[in-house]
């Protein structure tokens, strides 16, 4: 064979039907749609859903009736008489039980369920309702029990136990007789640290404050008399009595009426001083 003598299998690939091409061509005239009618005009297709006319299926429905609950557990159910009708032919006895084994509640969970044939799946949770009669005393394991069947199941000598899923942590084995220690976390803490530290602080610093200001008020009560009592300078006395000085003094020139003025206010000797006291003589003693 070579490469030129390649072809596809037998009746792999069929020519397409050309219709409308004359009667010799075998799909002229009608071009296989038939005689008149809706299906042989031009776009006279039928969707699937129509139903010749009557209400078709999507409208006949029920809609908008109540709703679906995201939330809600699917259990594998198993009624209480299915269990006691095995467990009196004996398909949850122990092979090579003695007589001890026989006085003892059976176990019952899921695991033992599934594999006589009562339980599907594992993947479901399990629970136990209270359909049937039960005589024989069984330990029944399981997600959740109803009212009645609880009730059968402790009436006829058994008991029940329910798996919880723990919802906070647990102490570890061994550790039960110490008492639980609560985890320190960074705020919770620190904070009463902190806060008795501040309360420390806020009242020390009112009796620091208290000792500042009775040391000043003491050192002011010393001082004060003192700068009373001591008498002012001669240069502030004078400063303060002077007049003004004219523009002509700070030059240093004086003028004939300036003079004239100051033999004319110049009190003679003989005359009382501004306080009514004779100054003394200067042969007198003093």
Sequence with gaps: MKLHEIQPA????????????????GK????????KGQKARAGGSIPPWFEGGQTPLHMRIPKLRGFKNRFKIHYEVVNVGAIGDLAERGAFQVEGGGKSSKAAPIT?????????????????PLKILGAGELSAPLFVVADAFTAS???????????????????????????????????????????????????????EEPVAKGSA??????ASTDTEPVAEAKPARKGQAKASAA??????????????????DATATTPDDDEPSATGEAEPAPGDDA
């Design 10 to 25: 037998p009746g792999s690939r069929t020519p397409r039907t050309r219709v409308g091409r004359g009667i010799a061509a």
């Design 28 to 35: 002229g005239k009608t071009a296989g749609r038939g005689t």
């Design 108 to 124: 019952i969970n899921q695991d033992i369920l599934r594999a006589v044939g009562l339980v599907r799946t594992l993947d479901k």
């Design 149 to 203: 069947a609880r009730a059968k199941i402790e009436a006829a000598g058994g008991t029940v136990n329910v798996l919880e899923v723990p919802t906070s942590p647990s102490a570890a084995l061994g550790v039960d007789d110490q008492a639980p220690v609560e985890p320190a976390t960074g705020k919770t803490g620190r904070a009463p640290k902190a806060r008795a530290t501040a309360a420390a602080k806020a009242d």
């Design 213 to 218: 200001t009775e040391a000043d008020s003491d």
């Design 243 to 260: 007049p003004e000085t004219t523009d002509a003094e700070a030059t240093g020139t004086t003028t004939a009426d300036e003079v004239e």
